[in-house]
């Protein structure tokens, strides 16, 4: 731990000579950002963040960088306010809509959030993260025929991914359809024997729908 310490504290040095030596650099703002958040300063990490995009107002970069400060910080409002210019200006970006999306909810409109999933959706409906966000935010609202579709949709994205057939097992045990259930927890192990082992889980149908790592709630970018 004191190695990882003091390699921030060098990372953050290097940054500020980095803007010392060209203030106008927006780059070097965005660095400089970096180094503060990682070491947990999100007040400053904002201050430089926001002076990144008074230089470059127009490079999504800036606007997403300052959107994840204020969103790491609980500034959720903030954060998805940010994180919907970044859009503006990088428009198509399926993992600025997922983190809005996020931000969102946190602040408790995710109703807005799954507005802005199912728009992300529209635009690439390929892509399997929204979907597998989207069900989720679903599944907490109620609605799991719903959250069903779109994990049928992820899992025929990634037919490769046992994570994306337990997922679908939770479900279909949740609506009372065991049977397609068990034939997802038996596809997910062909897939990969260590699923479950890997999830922490006794049996498919202990799964909350709540993992650390690649789950229903944190999906790969």
């Keep these: 731990m004191p190695v990882e310490v003091v390699d921030l504290e060098e990372q953050l040095r290097r940054a500020i ?61 903030e954060a998805a306010w940010f994180f919907s210019t970044a859009a503006t200006h990088a428009p198509g970006t399926p993992s600025v809509a997922m983190d809005r999306a996020l931000a969102l909810e946190a602040d408790g409109r995710s109703r807005e959030a799954c507005e802005e999933l199912r728009r992300t959706i529209a635009l690439d409906p390929t892509h399997a993260d929204s979907h597998t966000l989207l069900a989720r935010l679903l599944l907490d609202q109620g609605d799991a025929e719903a959250a069903l579709e779109h994990l049928r949709a992820a899992a025929l994205l990634e037919p490769a991914s046992a994570d994306a057939q337990v997922r679908l097992a939770y479900v279909f045990e949740r609506i009372g359809r065991s049977a397609e259930a068990k034939r997802c927890c038996a596809v997910a192990v062909a897939l990969d024997g260590t699923v479950f082992a890997r999830l922490g889980l006794g049996r498919a149908l202990d799964l909350p729908l709540r993992i650390a790592g690649e789950t229903i709630d944190q999906p790969r970018r």
């Excluded at 400060?69 to 609980?74: D, H, N, P, S």
């Design 17 to 77: 000579t980095l803007t010392e030596s060209d203030p106008f650099d927006p780059a070097a703002w965005r660095k400089h950002a970096e180094a503060l958040q990682d070491l947990g300063r999100g007040k400053d990490a904002s201050e430089a963040a926001r002076r990144a995009i008074e230089l470059a107002p127009d490079d999504a970069a800036g606007h997403f960088l300052l959107a994840r400060i204020l969103a790491q910080v609980g500034r959720n409002a």
